[in-house]
T-cell receptor
Framework: DAGVIQSPRHEVTEMGQEVTLRCKPI?????LFWYRQTMMRGLELLIYFNNNVPIDDSGMPEDRFSAKMPNASFSTLKIQPSEPRDSAVYFC??????????FGPGTRLTVL | AQSVTQPDIHITVSEGASLELRCNYSYGATPYLFWYVQSPGQGLQLLLKYFSGDTLVQGIKGFEAEFKRSQSSFNLRKPSVHWSDAAEYFCAVGARYGNKLVFGAGTILRVKS
């Protein structure tokens, strides 16, 4: 398997623009997670899905953030409108049941 | 609420020396415990995990960790550090069901030759 795939790897955008981050989990995994990593706050769980259904979105910082998982092989994290404080590395991870989470390489987002 | 404390932000060790990275957790039930490693510009990779059974667990790259319930600790160890071990290490705790992990702040390991 190719592992968790994220795109784009780097994104530079201007404040106010919409940003969409994409993730393809490992085939057969039933959990998908979105994390944000910053120097100040470390690694934070934003939202996670089980069998394409959002289970816990308590980590989503505000209404500007939304996540979807239309099928078992694809998920998006959208920020609209983006702000400079959203600059971070966003990771997607997937897992099978309660076993280890496999992380993607991350998307480095810079909002100017 | 679950929490993980990694008291050391940075650690520097000489190549060939032994290593211990500390992790303390707070969790109301039997925890699932993990250590992940992150190299610069990369995602996190699992080093080892503890679910139950033997409290000393072996992982990849020669790492091991010991679960001590009485101390709420899960410290990571390696007998001889290699320069390639320089990275950031994260301890995480999770529940048996739900799969939600809480990560510590991380410890950056520097290896000097």
């Amino acid at each position: 398997d190719a592992g968790v795939i994220q795109s784009p790897r780097h994104e530079v955008t201007e404040m106010g623009q919409e940003v969409t981050l994409r993730c393809k989990p490992i085939s057969g995994h039933d959990y998908l997670f979105w994390y944000r990593q910053t120097m100040m706050r470390g690694l934070e769980l934003l939202i996670y899905f089980n069998n394409n259904v959002p289970i816990d979105d308590s980590g989503m910082p505000e209404d500007r953030f939304s996540a979807k998982m239309p099928n078992a092989s694809f998920s998006t994290l959208k920020i609209q409108p983006s702000e400079p404080r959203d600059s971070a590395v966003y990771f997607c991870a997937s897992s099978l049941n309660v076993d280890e989470q496999f992380f993607g390489p991350g998307t480095r987002l810079t909002v100017l | 609420a679950q929490s993980v404390t990694q008291p050391d932000i940075h650690i520097t060790v000489s190549e060939g020396a032994s290593l211990e990275l500390r992790c303390n957790y707070s969790y109301g039930a039997t925890p699932y415990l993990f250590w992940y490693v992150q190299s610069p510009g990369q995602g996190l990779q699992l080093l080892l995990k503890y679910f139950s059974g033997d409290t000393l667990v072996q992982g990849i790259k020669g790492f091991e960790a010991e679960f001590k319930r009485s101390q709420s600790s899960f410290n990571l160890r390696k007998p001889s550090v290699h320069w390639s071990d320089a990275a950031e290490y994260f301890c995480a705790v999770g529940a048996r069901y739900g799969n939600k992990l809480v990560f510590g702040a991380g410890t950056i390991l520097r290896v000097k030759s």
